[in-house]
């Protein structure tokens, strides 16, 4: 079946836009994850999203960090007035509840020029 | 604040070879314990979970340990081939489940033909 999408693959902006990021998780899957993966930092959680639960924020930088899920599906990341230090690999993943083995997507490359 | 490490940073072995991967986390706490791994450019794929009840599985050529008291994981790769050069990662969950990850470095593998 289909796995983890997310789009756009790459995006390149300048500092100060704001920027969305999106997510399609595998069908039936409750649990959603966002990630980044940055030189330097390796991989470090965002946030959480579990069925109809308060999402999980501690991960988030900044409050210029914030993200959606609509209808238990789709996600999106937004991060607005972007800055340099945004620039990093964007991953998203999701889960059942049973295993809660995690199945991530390809990214999103985010570059802050 | 869990921590999880793993060494070698990097690893060049012969084709044909065995080998193993280390990873090791300082909070005994986990719910489970997964390995991916990840090509350049790339996501992260799945190759193991192993919950906290268990103490090995076993995917092909692949074999991960958990010894959850001592905090170790290892991942055995067996008959190595140029095909399993990739990054490969380690993450653990928290005690209670379906949350977020907290990852190690990872090892860069290198398989010489």
């Known amino acids: 079946g289909a796995g983890v999408s997310q789009s756009p693959s790459n995006k390149v902006t300048e500092k100060g836009k704001d920027v969305e990021l999106r997510c399609d998780p595998i069908?039936?899957?409750?649990?959603l994850y966002w990630y980044r993966q940055s030189l330097g930092q390796g991989l470090e959680f965002l946030i959480y999203f579990q069925g109809n639960s308060a999402p999980d924020k501690s991960g988030l930088p900044s409050d210029r960090f914030s993200a959606e899920r609509t209808g238990g599906s789709v996600s999106t990341l937004t991060i607005q007035r972007t800055q340099q230090e945004d620039s990093a690999v964007y991953l998203c993943?999701?889960?059942?509840?049973?295993?809660?083995?995690?199945?991530f997507g390809p990214g999103t490359r985010l570059t802050v020029t | 604040k869990q921590e999880v490490t793993q060494i070698p940073a990097a690893l060049s072995v012969p084709e044909g070879e065995n080998l193993v991967l280390n990873c090791s986390f300082t909070?005994?706490?986990?719910?489970?314990l997964q390995w991916f791994r990840q090509d350049p450019g790339k996501g992260l794929t799945s190759l193991l979970l192993?919950?906290?009840?268990?103490r090995e599985q076993t995917s092909g050529r692949l074999n991960a340990s958990l010894d959850k008291s001592s905090g170790r994981s290892t991942l055995y790769i067996a008959a190595s081939q140029p095909g399993d050069s990739a990054t490969y990662l380690c993450a653990v969950s928290p005690h209670f489940g379906n949350e977020k990850l907290t990852f190690g470095t990872g090892t860069r593998l290198t398989i010489i033909p």
């Open positions: 909070d005994s706490a986990i719910y489970n």
């Open positions: 192993i919950q906290s009840s268990q």
């Open positions: 069908s039936g899957h409750t649990a």
């Open positions: 993943a999701s889960s059942l509840e049973d295993t809660y083995e995690q199945y």
